[in-house]
């Protein structure tokens, strides 16, 4: 064991320190500790980061160590490995793990169900306050990570919250379901999980209870599950926008060999889109060949649409993930990032056609480059808007390499302008 | 007044509709509500759109409903409005409340600081559990909102900590410093705010203190603050990556005249940056009037620059945020993108290369294409690290206009390699 990874530090800080390490070396570690802190410092990691170094180890220390996490954070790794290994270990798990953590398996990773803790602190109504906080005391160490106790009826309905900040305030003698508060927000376990992060961000909740059609109480969502769900989903947004897939996995420390696999697809398939573009310019190579200095305004026509193509594009995919945008609206957003099109595109056109006109001598080539300029922007603004709002209707993820689609469809819309307008008015 | 926006509303419900508005049918209808409701509704809002509102009332019944604001948000608001307004409207405030808030003005808004709440439940290490629970209770609603009771001593110094959760449990005749946790996480109120969402993040705390240098405790710092920032860095870093300034005031549903101010700077800098490539291009000129099937790879060239250039910049700028990068590391993320570029340059150089012969029939065109590829892949590679990296060492946003910065780049070595090879190798 390396000096540096103790059961002195904080679970976060023994994680850090492991990732720096290859799964190999951190596994080596992660024998050294006892098995409670084990199984904290990897809830700490990321699950795809956890299941690396988790598959180093022995079957049996896996046993040990996921009835030690919490049961979502031990879900979601099982997740990260493959179905064989995954019953190979749960097989080996006793029963009443198995079943609770088989039962969370059936929800998919992305939805309120498979991000929910199974472990919610839930008490009969019918009992006191008092009786509670005998019974919560028993086990203070758990009592770290809770912050209400939800009141159940006897079929596990639930049927009202009680924050445990409360518990001091109220007089031992009266029952749960007199001093608790009935009117509780709740989720159910297929509300996809981004979702659910805005429902926290936006109304300021701590935990929330997860329940089933029947009114059954299945798990709570606490806060510190969230903000990983924000921060997974920011950055799959940011690194899906530029075609980077599996971005869940992908960090600027993540190995080549698999950086490659999940980048070089989309550099295929922008390489399919960009001939595209090569097509246009290609059949107007007589007019290049006439007029090379068309080839000199290419670059900066293309260049600028995919400039505010990008601009647009980002906007959209952030309102929609951030719930600014509903379906009914995408028109209005149409007509404003059109108009802001036209509007960008007078400015820049103007000062490209300018440029053009003292480059060049020829007012014919700084209509050219002018218009094409505005049309380009204009398109620029129009697909911005379609290709996410596009990909969302169609059911895909709105951020899905959309600057690469983007940035094809404002070159090809570009170099037709460009040259087309050329080859109509020169040749 | 609207039917649709009511006091039966939750406020961030009651924000929601108020932003569907423009600011002033949004005021006339907030002057209708409860003071309260309408400061609680305010609050829900972000202090940029929360000010487009406040500007159209009146100064009396600003100064009444900042009075009722939690002071962290009213300052924030404050913060959006010209310093003649804020003056004019501190000046109406009763001297406690204005005293509160110019304390508050002196921090920079994006420092702890100026995200903290002042308004923190702290009591004295020699006052008995349950005279605690006494005086706490006696402010019922203002619970509410508190997680955490801090201990001080006489000099308002921070000793420790007590969970509210956790005064039910502990008997009442012991002293707070007898059952308070000493060992308390505290933060500077000059820490930088997205260093502060991260601490969060990693640690899961639902707040923490912030606490001055001699140990004054100054403010605290809560979850729910927290995620309001880290969706507004993250909305930040997406925008500015794209040449969008003022990101944090810019939406889709943002007036196209102010949309133009945030846009059009970046797309003139932008074109300034598009002419280089131009000029490249130029003193080609007389290569391609001869082979103008370099014009046709052009694009192709440029594009998978772009696109594999933007693949590093948005994993940097990301891993920048997530603190994943700190300044000793970049020279290894420099390697391992470089390695990537040309991994990635030799495969999509390859596919090119053999396309080229087979359009144009030149084994020299084909060899010049991909041997172009692949050299501007690697460039993508390098600069793709060395423009977030170094616009943070001079002090600048990583992610500022950074896609901007990588395409001229790409372009312009694209440009350069392609065309320069054809006329040595051609002419």
Aim: charge should be negative.
């Amino acid at each position: 064991m390396t000096e540096e990874i103790s059961q002195k530090l904080h679970p976060a800080e023994a994680a850090d320190r492991l990732l720096r390490l290859t799964d190999n070396e951190a596994a080596e570690d992660v024998r050294e500790l006892e098995l409670d802190f084990a199984a904290e410092t990897l809830e700490s990691m990321d699950p795809w980061q956890a299941s690396g170094i988790f598959k180093e180890l022995s079957q049996q220390l896996q046993g040990k160590i996921l009835k030690r996490m919490d049961p979502d954070d031990s879900v979601d790794l099982l997740q990260e490995l493959t179905s064989e290994s995954r019953r190979g270990i749960l097989e080996r798990l006793d029963s009443l793990t198995r079943k609770r953590l088989e039962s969370l398996l059936e929800y998919p990773p992305d939805t309120a169900g498979g991000t929910m803790s199974p472990e919610v602190m839930s008490l009969p109504g019918d009992m006191t306050v008092g009786e509670a906080v005998g019974q919560l005391r028993k086990d203070e160490r758990k009592l770290e990570n809770i912050n209400y106790v939800y009141v159940t009826d006897q079929q596990g309905n639930l049927s009202g919250v009680l924050p445990l900040r409360n518990f001091a305030f109220k007089e031992p003698e009266l029952r749960l379901d007199e001093v608790m508060k009935e009117d509780v927000k709740t989720i159910p376990p297929e509300l996809d999980r981004e979702k659910v992060a805005r429902l926290f961000d936006k109304y300021d909740f701590l935990a929330l209870p997860v329940v089933g059609e029947k009114g059954k109480l299945l798990g709570v969502i606490t806060v510190d599950d969230v903000m990983d769900v924000l921060r997974q989903e920011d950055t799959e947004d940011m690194l899906e926008m530029v075609g980077i897939s599996g971005a869940r996995e992908e960090s600027v420390w993540t190995p080549w060999k698999v950086s490659v696999k999940h980048r070089l697809p989309w550099l295929v398939i922008n390489l399919g889109t960009a001939l595209l573009a090569a097509i246009v310019v290609s059949v107007f190579e007589n007019t290049i060949a006439k007029y090379a200095v068309l080839a000199v305004f290419m670059p900066v026509i293309a260049g600028q649409g995919g400039n505010s193509g990008s601009q647009t594009v980002t906007l959209l995919i952030r309102g929609i993930a951030l719930g600014e945008i509903t379906d009914g609206q995408s028109s209005k957003a149409l007509v404003k990032e059109a108009t802001l099109g036209l509007l960008h595109g007078l400015s820049i056109g103007i000062i490209v056609g300018l440029i053009a006109f003292f480059w060049n001598g020829s007012a014919k080539i700084a209509l050219i480059v002018g218009v094409s300029m505005v049309l380009s922007m204009i398109v620029a603004g129009i697909s911005g808007v379609l290709i996410p709002v596009g990909l969302k209707k169609v059911g895909l993820d709105p951020a899905l390499s959309a600057n690469i689609w983007m940035t094809t469809i404002t070159d090809v819309a570009g170099f037709f302008f460009l040259l087309g307008l050329a080859s109509w008015l020169l040749m």
